[in-house]
């Protein structure tokens, strides 16, 4: 938020400058306040003066320590405490397990077979005979990598099948293929908008939605979540203020599994005159009649949303990320994208993949009703076994909120020793009191894996309640 204020005094107060090495994290709005004062040629009490954070007459920064040993950096030996005292606890790191084979609805973890709940193979795609085939055709026709930038010596008729698939699937005319989910929306969002703008999100936006703010140097504002109220009274209160505001929402919410209210959002966002941008990371191929998304959902005009984007490393099988939108809008990507123009293509495997994951989904809606079944069946008993699940509802992502970091090790722990992989969510990825485990329900789990799964860890949670 300091930032966003000297940014904006900079633009509105012509010859002012800021030297960033006067920043600090002790820095106070009093403090901005008498150095913009000096700078603009008025004056400050000498108290001011005396305790500024700035410096206001300071000959210049102060001398800092060299800090040139990996090893010594605060933030290295964080981790390495933390990681440390998991063990001290007398609970084991559930981080980083080998998980052997393909991932459906079991996997083998340390050489045992697990129900696997921590996939994001929602419909068994990955791994499926007619994707495996692409993959393999893909290999002996392209090779296992594009070797250039697409828009040198990289493009692969691959690509475009598969940007053709997903223009069709999201009802867009275009769409554009990148090599990370992740980095397609740092790239895109660092891309779009600048120091003249406003970035404004959802209070649980993603990491790669905020690392993306961060890069374009707009001003930065969440919104409450899933709240188009709080949206539109903000809007109203600073749109006036900037260029382009670009609006940015989640189809799904990966931690709580629900879905923003797409119709009311477009309406503020066209009130406002704004652009929106979705992350459909875990709603395409997930909601929507065929799996097209919030967009199909809902049914809204999908060219209201100016920017689809998501990843097709969840539902369709593969490895990147994606933007869909108008032909204008993807041509201009294409071309001028850093993360696209100055990056490999993606692999044709990658490519092959996701296209046939499409194709397959096409062809067969029944691994999307048996999803829709078992998140359903799963998300009642569970509720039914008095589990804090949230505001989950109509997503095959379904939170069993612990309320304690340690318990929900703890109870990650119990799970695995009983055969179910599902990983544990801590502080600070999510509040402590809303420290969670995050079950992910796929089209291959069986009834019987789904009861016998609420059973066990209603038992476990109660005997961990009361120990």
Known sequence: MLTDLIAALVRTLPGLTVDPGRITPATTLGDVTAYVTTQLGGSVPDEVALHSAIGIGAPGPAVVEPEY???????VRAIADR?????????????FLINDGITRDTSVVDGASVVNFSSFNYLGLSGHPAVIAAVQDAVARYGSSCSASRILSGEKPVHRELESELAALLGTEDAIALVGGHSTNVTIIGHLVGPEDLVIHDSLA?????QGCKLSGATRRPFPHNDHAALDELLTEIRHQYRRVLILIEGVYSQDGDIPDLPAIIAVKKKHKALLMIDEAHSVGVLGAGGGGIGEYFGVD??????????????????????????ELIRFLKYTTPGFVYSVGMTPMNAAASAAAIRQLRSDGEPLER???????????????????????????????????LKTLKLSNALLRRGINVNPILYPAVPENLARLRFFVTACHTEDQIRDT????????AQLTES
Not at 380 to 399: C, F, K, N, Q, Y
Not at 454 to 461: G, R, W
């Open 69 to 75: 040993r990996i090893s010594d950096f605060a933030e």
């Open 83 to 95: 990681l440390s005292g998991v063990e001290t606890l007398g609970v084991f790191n559930p981080y």
């Open 206 to 210: 993603h990491d790669s939605i905020m």
């Open 302 to 327: 999908r060219g209201d949303v100016e920017l689809w984007s998501g990843t097709v490393s969840k539902a369709l099988a593969g490895c990147g990320g994606y933007v869909a939108g108008s032909a």
């Open 371 to 405: 999803l829709r079944h078992n998140s359903r069946l799963f998300l009642r008993l569970a509720r039914e076994a008095g589990i804090d699940t949230g505001d989950s509802h109509d997503t095959p992502i379904v939170p069993c909120i612990v309320g304690d970091s």
């Open 454 to 461: 609420v059973k066990i860890l209603a038992e476990e949670l």
